[in-house]
């Protein structure tokens, strides 16, 4: 993610998304724990051994933040990006759509599902995982990779177009630059993101951008999407919500 | 992760397989028109060989290089310890120059724990006389792994010198962590004497063993540290533990060879056997990069622990 490159809130960045992940966890437990909670032959051995699952489930803060787009606002973005990249590619020929973990992949995903319903012809997209080549790497402990797919066409002489959900310092794109120029050499590389919420630090620009939203640094933008967190929504929330 | 790895038996089931998944990514590396990413750039990584040994020095330099470091090798032959240095001088000398990893390889079993206690860097384990050798066992869970898609469950057996074999150690402990089965299969001279409190199972009639192993994994006999008459002769050897084509026959159809080189072709594994699509015995050189790779970016690749945790 972007914004998790930011020192201030690099901290920070992660955890609310895995509160998010929690929260839904946690209300499938809710549901799974209800029938036993109702039967105290079930409840007893839960609390025997000191876990009262319930009552956890019930200390689980309701989602912080306001919701800045919904799951049909998102999908009309992604629609219109879609045309974008139509428009300014020639229909999409030789565009090869590579997202950056996490989100930034599903995403590239449904834009070439859109492409490749209106041009009728497969555009083809993977991921491109840039963790060996950030500037924090010392600021944190080494991290985990994520994958690196690049389509079977490669990406010579191809238009790149890297997507990613938050376009925040750029620093995320920088690190993709490099990645990309070790895979290979594109005729062209564009950026597409969901939401550029300002604050750049370095001289980047997205070429394609979802929902420009003007933010404090102090603020937090969470983008969710069905295939990482089971629903499809960006949040913005505040250090106080949290 | 510890900030040194020195014994298989360190890591925890996470950290073997958070080594054996980033080493899946980094073996991509390998594919690239570039084969270089710059994530260790401005680091210093020492090999510290006091032992003979190509193909381990080879890997772990051409890892630190695919990640950019700068790569300082040592050989006891032509250096100061050839005129009585002693490691823990040659540790002092490596500390003053910032050596932001040792890889250590010694004839004395535990010289890399008394390493790392005299280094303010992460000392990596290449094989201490005949005690340990982890990044071994990494790559070989990572080439079973790679080969038959998992590691839990696994009938592993590993036959031959297990008295003077590190690798073999190694391998028991790590196995273990990540749920394979293992079966040593040795003469009883060629056993260690606390081979029964090591968590695996010992058999003397390597036949019977192989219908019911996945992974046959052959050791060398390593007649250099032989001091005594283990076995008669060594054709009486190859007849019993060696690895031949019946022999090979009698394995699963889906059963892979290894072997952690260099190998005696005759002694304990035939030619034919070696040279077999079932071996994987090349297989394993290549992942031996990428594991190592994996190792270094995960003991250096983040934050810089030495100023929080000083020894001495």
Not at chain 1, 62 to 91: F, Q, S, Y
Not at chain 2, 237 to 249: E, M, P, Q
């Amino acid at each position: 993610m972007t914004h998790a490159l930011q020192p201030g809130t690099a901290d920070g960045a992660g955890p609310p998304a895995e509160n998010a992940a929690a929260e839904v966890a946690g209300t499938a437990g809710a549901t799974a724990a209800d029938p036993a909670a109702g039967d105290p032959a079930m409840a007893n051995p839960a609390t025997s051994d000191g876990r009262s699952e319930p009552l956890q489930v019930d200390k689980e803060p309701p989602p912080a933040g306001k919701t800045v787009l919904v799951a049909d606002e998102i999908g009309r973005a992604l629609t219109r990006v879609a045309h974008e990249i139509l428009e300014r590619t020639n229909g999409a020929e030789d565009v090869v759509l590579l997202g950056i973990p996490t989100r930034g992949v599903p995403l590239a995903r449904r834009l070439a599902a859109r492409l490749t319903k209106v041009e009728g012809r497969a555009v083809p997209s993977g991921s491109l995982d840039i963790t060996m080549y950030r500037d924090d790497l010392r600021l944190r402990p080494a991290r985990t990779l994520g994958h690196t797919v690049v389509p079977a066409s490669g990406i010579d002489d191809k238009i790149v177009v890297l997507v990613d959900d938050v376009l925040y310092s750029g620093r995320t794109v920088r690190a993709a630059l490099d990645a990309l120029s070790d895979l290979g050499r594109p005729r062209a590389v564009q950026l597409a993101v969901l939401v550029d919420r300002g604050h750049r630090e370095l001289p980047i620009r997205a070429d394609y951008v979802g929902k420009n939203l003007p933010t404090s640094q102090r603020e937090l933008v969470q983008v969710q999407l069905t295939e990482t967190d089971g629903q499809d929504a960006v949040i913005l929330s505040t250090e106080a919500d949290r | 992760m510890n900030r040194h790895l020195i014994s298989a038996g360190d890591l925890s089931r996470d950290d073997a397989l958070l080594i054996l998944d980033t080493a899946e990514e980094l073996s991509q590396v390998a594919d690239r028109p570039i084969r270089k990413l710059p994530t260790l750039r401005g680091r210093t990584v020492v090999n510290l060989f006091y032992e003979d040994s190509t193909r381990t020095r080879i890997s772990f330099e051409a890892a630190a290089k695919r990640l950019s470091a700068d790569v300082i090798n040592f050989s006891a032959k032509g250096s100061s310890v050839a005129k009585g240095e002693s490691l823990k001088d040659t540790a002092l000398t490596l500390e003053a120059m910032g050596a932001d990893a040792v890889v250590i390889r010694h004839q004395a079993s535990g010289a890399p724990h008394r390493l790392s206690h005299w280094v303010r860097g992460s000392v990596v384990n290449a094989g201490d006389g005949t005690h340990e050798h982890p990044t071994q066992a990494l790559l070989d869970a990572f080439t079973m792994r790679r080969r038959l898609g998992r590691l839990d469950g696994l009938r592993v057996a590993i036959v031959g010198d297990v008295l003077h074999s590190r690798v073999a150690r190694s391998n028991v402990l790590l196995l273990r962590t990540l749920g394979a089965d293992v079966t040593l299969v040795a003469p009883p001279t060629l056993l260690p004497v606390a081979v029964s409190s090591w968590p695996c199972e010992v058999s003397y009639d390597f036949s019977a063993t192989l219908p019911k192993t996945d992974v046959v994994m052959m050791l060398r006999v390593q007649a250099e540290r032989m001091s005594a008459a283990y076995f008669p002769t060594v054709r009486e050897y190859s007849r019993r533990y060696g690895l031949d084509a019946t022999r090979l026959a009698l394995l699963p159809d889906h059963a892979i060879v290894m072997h952690p080189g260099p190998m005696n072709r005759g002694v304990e594994i035939a030619a034919e056997v070696a040279d077999s699509p079932r071996s994987t015995i090349v297989e394993q050189v290549a992942n031996g990069v990428s594991v190592r790779m994996a190792v270094l970016y995960l003991l250096l690749g983040g934050a810089e622990l030495a100023t929080t945790e000083v020894s001495r």
